[in-house]
């Protein structure tokens, strides 16, 4: 039975991180006959669905990652199983149970509907050992660094906690240096990049420089640590940690997840830091020479215009000091408290700021 990814560039992280765990299966771009195996965000569900329900292969359909994690009952209208959670271990051993003929009930880690229509969510899987599993194989596909999984915060509107847990795992220096050697620009994904080696609250700085001096001592290679796809917290930025940045670092850009002006609506969504924390990281940005690319949403549940006019404002300060800003508007995810919110709607004003500074290149995001 042949087993295929279906690939696109929205899931490849996932895919470079699973492709190692099945060997001999194929990338595709529909679907195939045999076993078919799909990862996606909420943003993908409405149109992998209906590529689902319109093909006419003979096939088994598996999904997994954020969307059918959080929101099993609706996956499983259109797919046969779904691996609940990390990966690594599941989906190795359901294809082998699908393939064999076993009992997938004794699968850990997996939701699936029984012979009367019931949907069967089976015992749960412990984290996994990151060093235990290949960032990627460079042969099939490649991805950033995964340095850390899980998040000790419990942000309303993230599904990182509930799909990793909220106790912080770090891959060991040995093994990021394994995979560092097929780059010379490395980049790393994580929560939060500072809070590498630490339980994610307290931060561990000691840690952070033994990983970021290991890897400075590669010759060739460029370091690009708390950018893009990482980020890092607010509170986490301080002179110590951004001397490690410049000292070790090519990247002169800090990405750091602001989220609101408003310190009702950061404490409302338990957010974990405050506007103050915000605006003394960005100044200590600046004072280091390192530019800030600051993450901001809006539309959260009962945030008013008044509170949005925060968000600008600072928005506004920190583009005139030369900082840049990403700005994007809430997406209720599954499972997660936020799931069936109703959002707020955008002010006139703020669309209208933004659109301009958008077009004078200050701001990117999607904020409708």
């Given at each position: ?138 042969n099939i596909l490649r991805s950033p660094l995964e340095i850390s999984r899980g998040c000790p915060f419990r942000c309303k509107y993230c599904q990182t906690p ?45 840690k952070v420089e033994k990983l970021l001096s290991t890897l400075h001592r590669i010759d060739g290679k460029e370091i690009y640590y ?143």
């Amino acid at each position: 039975m042949d087993v295929s990814f279906r690939w696109n560039k929205k899931n490849a992280y996932s895919l470079a991180a699973l492709a190692p765990l099945v060997p001999g299966a194929l990338q595709a771009k529909e679907p195939h006959d045999g076993i078919m195996i799909y990862s996606f965000a909420t943003r993908q569900a409405e149109s992998i669905f209906r590529e689902v329900n319109k093909a006419s292969t003979d096939s088994i359909y598996i999904a997994g990652g954020p969307h059918p994690s959080g929101a099993t009952e609706e996956t499983l209208e259109f797919f046969d199983y779904v691996v609940v959670g990390e990966g690594e271990e599941t989906l190795p051993e359901l294809i082998d149970t699908i393939i064999s003929g076993k009992d997938v009930s004794q699968v850990k880690g997996i939701a699936y509907k029984d012979a009367n229509g019931k949907t069967t969510l089976t015992d749960k899987r412990d984290p996994v050992d990151l060093d235990k599993y290949p960032c990627f194989d460079p042969n099939i596909l490649r991805s950033p660094l995964e340095i850390s999984r899980g998040c000790p915060f419990r942000c309303k509107y993230c599904q990182t906690p509930r799909l990793f847990g909220g106790k912080v795992r770090h891959r060991s220096i040995d093994s990021i240096v394994s995979f560092a050697k097929h780059y010379n620009d490395l980049r790393f994904t994580s929560s939060n990049a500072l809070a590498y080696g630490s339980d994610g609250i307290h931060p561990r700085l000691d840690k952070v420089e033994k990983l970021l001096s290991t890897l400075h001592r590669i010759d060739g290679k460029e370091i690009y640590y708390g950018t893009f796809p990482s980020e890092v917290r607010p509170e986490f930025v301080t002179d110590e940690s951004l001397e490690l940045i410049t000292k070790y670092c090519t990247n002169t850009k800090l990405s750091l997840g602001a989220q609101s002006g408003s310190d009702r609506i950061l404490r409302s969504i338990l957010r974990g830091h405050t506007v103050d924390d915000v605006v003394r990281s960005i100044e200590l940005c600046f004072n280091h020479g390192i530019t800030p690319i600051v993450d901001f949403m809006v539309g959260f549940p009962d945030e008013t215009e008044e509170e949005q006019e925060m968000s600008l404002e600072l928005i506004q300060w920190i583009c005139k000091k030369g900082g840049h800003v990403h700005s994007h508007y809430l997406t209720p995810l599954p499972d997660t408290p936020y799931a069936n919110v109703t959002t707020s709607p955008v002010s006139n004003r703020y669309r209208k700021v933004m659109g301009k500074m958008a077009l004078e290149g200050k701001v990117t995001g999607s904020w409708e």
